[in-house]
T-cell receptor
Framework: AQSVTQLDSQVPVFEEAPVELRCNYSSSVSVYLFWYVQYPNQGLQLLLKYLSGSTLVKGINGFEAEFNKSQTSFHLRKPSVHISDTAEYFCAVTGGFKTIFGAGTRLFVKA | DAGVIQSPRHEVTEMGQEVTLRCKPISGHDYLFWYRQTMMRGLELLIYFNNNVPIDDSGMPEDRFSAKMPNASFSTLKIQPSEPRDSAVYFC????????????FGSGTRLTVV
């Protein structure tokens, strides 16, 4: 069985500050890891994915995430956020042909 | 490709009425998923299809819910009769390889049952 825990339900941050959204997972099989972003009144959009290889993956809009197998984490980072990054972010884990989504982290960027 | 297309975007209906939600997946994607999103329960997988065949419907909450995929380019999710607790945003998503490379989501249908 798999599980995904997003450690923060809300993250307020000032514009141009760095941000980290945390995601931990558990699984008994090898996994693929994803981050999605959901803007208000829209569907989820794939930000980035880790399938294999380099543990640092880069995605759209300047986001990146690092896969840490020993800590079973896949934290999302951005060095400098913009107002337009205000959205909900979901971590997802696919393993054994099953995908589990986290509960989401609401990122609120303040001017 | 125009992405995953869902219709309608918004639906308001009275309790007891039948509701049909529609989805057109991305051409070439062989998996289609229906999700429901609420504040209380987050994203819930309702059912998914592979090559138009339902594979897992264990997430369908009750017999009032049914889903079909008559061909590779169209799927429906039907609720009959609808109840206020069915109010939610319903998403359709499609993928290849059962989502091993990620999903493409539609914009969702916001259902309100009054």
């Amino acid at each position: 069985a798999q599980s995904v825990t997003q450690l923060d339900s809300q993250v307020p941050v000032f514009e141009e500050a760095p941000v980290e959204l945390r995601c931990n997972y558990s699984s008994s099989v090898s996994v693929y890891l994803f981050w999605y972003v959901q803007y208000p009144n829209q569907g989820l959009q794939l930000l980035l994915k880790y399938l294999s290889g380099s543990t640092l993956v880069k995605g759209i809009n300047g986001f990146e995430a690092e896969f840490n197998k020993s800590q079973t984490s896949f934290h999302l980072r951005k060095p400098s956020v913009h107002i337009s990054d205000t959205a909900e972010y979901f971590c997802a884990v696919t393993g054994g042909f099953k995908t589990i989504f986290g509960a989401g982290t609401r990122l609120f960027v303040k001017a | 490709d125009a992405g995953v297309i869902q219709s309608p975007r918004h639906e308001v209906t009275e309790m007891g009425q039948e509701v049909t939600l529609r989805c057109k997946p991305i051409s070439g994607h062989d998996y289609l998923f229906w999700y429901r999103q609420t504040m209380m329960r987050g994203l819930e997988l309702l059912i998914y299809f592979n090559n138009n065949v339902p594979i897992d419907d264990s997430g369908m909450p009750e017999d009032r819910f049914s889903a079909k995929m008559p061909n590779a380019s169209f799927s429906t999710l039907k609720i009959q009769p609808s109840e206020p607790r069915d109010s939610a945003v319903y998403f359709c998503a499609s993928s290849v390889l059962q989502g091993n490379y990620g999903y493409t989501f539609g914009s969702g249908t916001r259902l309100t049952v009054v």
